[in-house]
């Protein structure tokens, strides 16, 4: 046994279980049921500490192409040996808390009632004995995990996950019950405390492990029968952008269907999610593809949250008879706004690199802030007061958005008739023979395409208002779809401008800035249009949450928004737009943002905790994000598959010298 190893990594472990119960944490998830009344969460944040640290004294870090030993029994000591110590360091914890209770003035936490948790209701003597007993216990079942046919590790691991999964995910699981009428099923399952019922957790443990291997394979052959291509042809690639659209119509039809299953909690979470992705689009579009690392991001945020209360509200301190106007019609403004305010902040920082970027569009966030809260521009913002009632509807004392569907048909018959045009036009060239190399549009289809078109935009324009839509800014399912509309427009807009020429030359500037403006890129203007997108999606997110909200204040622009939006962006993967969809799930939609609410309640005071270990953990073991966009991953692997290319290389014939 290596006992260096086994006591570094039980000391680091005893430490890891006393931040944990120092810090607050145990306790604020003490009350919270898994199985109840077998397991609290708090105890699930204890107990998996000394089956890893156990599992990493054991675990063998060997080069690539080395032999590995093959487990043995010796392994499940030296885990339990690791388990003992982080226990031992805990039990110790414990012990000088109750011997001192002065250690109460530094951390609070460490209260009389957590002291008699550890302790199990007897002398800390008896509690340091157990915590021992228990850490060895656990330690040994990680160092022994390499010994068990991965069989048992596969059932093991899918008990572990669907039980947390579903006590964890309580809040959206009870909604959808109880929404569907299934509230006999949901009381079968859950306890009154909300956790897990002990037969209800063994009936899902045996379904879904069961599930697992009945699925086994499955989703693979599903996948391997839809024509994607394996090849980077104009063709594949035609036929992967069809898929994915055909996808993100399900999805976006999914989501729009979605909020009828969920309570108003969950609604106003995801609410909040929706913006978060949609602030977090236009981040990635100036951290992810143009490499511009902008700390100041929320200025454009409140430029465009302010410039739609300051023309929708009834009481804008910028004008003596304010204009009031509706959503829609103060969007373009919002738009024209927030690209003014990416050209003024982008001009001054676009020959600065790296980390003097980031400090400079930091202080023009700060700047920005403070304007807004000044009393020198206070008759035109408002200063400490903001600017109230914003959005509101004439006569009404709440507000939102109105949808007139009239114009909208009209919108998406214009569309229509542009890609009917532009299919036409195609279908006119390959005629003529000088697009062979491009598929043959259908004829029919284009026709039907430029006839509904123009159906849809004479229709819509005779009747704006033949059917007008109230989305009160109160109601969250209403908003959540609206915000919704704008993320798949945000996603659109990402999508087609990564592979568009721009997309490309933001991708080689943020490669290497030099080479790029040798190869002729335009450096400035890219920059620039970098920012000015980049603005423009932050400002969508600034006027859904002014009527969202109906009041902005200065405060709601504070620095930290920057810091978590640029968070989601890299947990969730720089450059990746699914990326930034699932790292604000995770990040906003479980734990919950600077203010917003999460679906783990607990977490509270802890969100930023968390965020830093976190964002530790993702920049040591998977620092292309959780989803990451295949260019950026093998850019950021490039020197690890450089050191394993030696392994592909043909043996050199015998007599051929070197």
């Known amino acids: 046994m290596d006992w260096g190893k086994i006591v570094r990594q039980g000391l680091i472990g005893g430490v890891a279980l006393s931040f944990i119960v120092a810090v607050g944490l145990f306790e604020a998830f003490a009350n919270r049921m898994v199985i109840d009344p077998i397991l609290t969460s708090g105890w699930v944040l204890v107990l998996w500490v000394p089956v890893v640290f156990g599992y990493r004294a054991t675990r063998q870090v060997v080069p690539d192409g080395a032999t590995v030993r093959a487990a043995r029994p010796a392994d499940i000591a030296a885990g339990a040996v690791t388990g003992a110590i982080a226990g031992a360091v805990l039990g110790l914890l414990v012990v000088i808390t109750s011997a001192k209770p002065d250690v109460r003035d530094t951390l609070l936490a460490l209260s009389p009632s957590l002291v008699q948790r550890l302790s199990f209701g007897h002398s800390v003597g008896y509690g340091f004995g157990v915590l021992t007993l228990g850490g060895a216990i656990l330690g040994a079942i990680g160092g022994g995990i390499d010994l068990v046919p991965q069989v048992v590790r596969r059932v093991v691991s899918t008990v572990v996950v669907t039980i947390l999964g579903f006590a964890f995910g309580e809040l959206v699981v009870g909604d959808i019950l109880r929404s569907l009428g299934l509230r006999s099923v949901d009381q079968f399952f859950y306890a009154q405390s909300r956790g897990l019922k002990p037969l209800g957790a063994v009936i899902l443990a045996v379904v879904f492990v069961a599930l697992r291997f009945l699925l086994k394979g499955k989703f693979k052959a599903i996948r391997e029968r839809i024509p994607l291509g394996t090849g980077e042809t104009e063709e594949n690639r035609a036929t992967r952008r069809n898929w994915f659209l055909v996808l993100g119509i399900i999805a976006l039809a999914a989501g729009a269907w979605a909020p009828n299953l969920f309570g108003l909690y969950l609604n106003e979470v995801l609410s909040n999610v929706g913006l978060f992705i949609l602030l977090g689009l236009g981040l990635n579009i100036v951290v992810g593809f143009a490499g511009l690392l902008d700390l100041g991001y929320v200025a454009f945020f409140a430029v465009g949250a302010y410039t739609m209360a300051i023309f929708t509200s009834p009481a804008s301190p910028a004008f003596d008879a304010p204009p009031q106007w509706a959503f829609f019609q103060a969007l373009p403004l919002v738009l024209i706004a927030a690209a003014l305010a990416g050209l003024f902040i982008g001009t001054p920082v676009i020959r600065m690199r790296g980390d003097y970027l980031a400090i400079v569009t930091l202080g023009f966030g700060e700047i920005i802030r403070i304007a807004f809260l000044s009393d020198w521009l206070k008759p035109l913002f408002g200063g400490a007061q903001g600017v109230l009632q914003a959005g509101f509807f004439p006569g009404e004392q709440r507000g939102g958005i109105i949808v007139q ?121 890219t920059k620039l249009l970098a920012f000015v997108m980049g603005a423009m999606l932050a400002s969508l997110g600034g006027a859904l949450f002014a009527v969202k909200l109906g009041s902005i204040y200065p405060h709601s622009f504070e620095i930290m928004q920057s810091i978590i939006i640029l968070v989601v962006v890299i947990v969730g993967g720089m450059g990746s737009i699914k990326g930034v969809m699932i790292g604000a799930l995770v990040l906003i939609g479980v734990l919950g943002g600077p203010t917003q609410p999460g679906l783990l309640r607990e977490f509270g005071e802890y969100k930023l905790l968390v965020y830093g270990v976190l964002l530790i953990w993702m920049m040591l073991k998977r620092p292309e994000g959780l989803w990451p966009e295949a260019r950026r991953a093998k850019e950021l692997h490039q020197e690890e598959m450089l050191q394993d290319a030696w392994l592909n290389v043909e043996p050199a014939s015998e007599g051929v010298s070197g």
Do not use: C, H
């Open 405 to 525: 569907w009239g114009l909208v048909l009209a919108t998406i018959g214009i569309i229509t008739l542009i890609v009917g045009l532009l299919r036409l036009n195609a279908t006119r060239l390959i005629t003529a023979g000088k697009m062979s190399d491009i598929r043959a549009y259908s004829q029919p289809v284009t026709i039907g395409l430029l006839v509904a078109g123009a159906a849809l935009t004479i229709f819509g324009l005779v009747s704006p208002g033949f059917a007008v839509w109230k989305i009160y800014g109160i109601e969250p399912p209403s908003m959540f779809r609206i915000t919704l509309v704008f993320v798949a427009l945000a996603a659109f807009v990402s999508w087609r401008l990564r592979d568009s020429r721009v997309g490309r030359a933001w991708m080689a500037i943020r490669e290497d800035e030099q080479i790029a403006q040798q190869m002729g890129i335009n450096i400035v203007t």
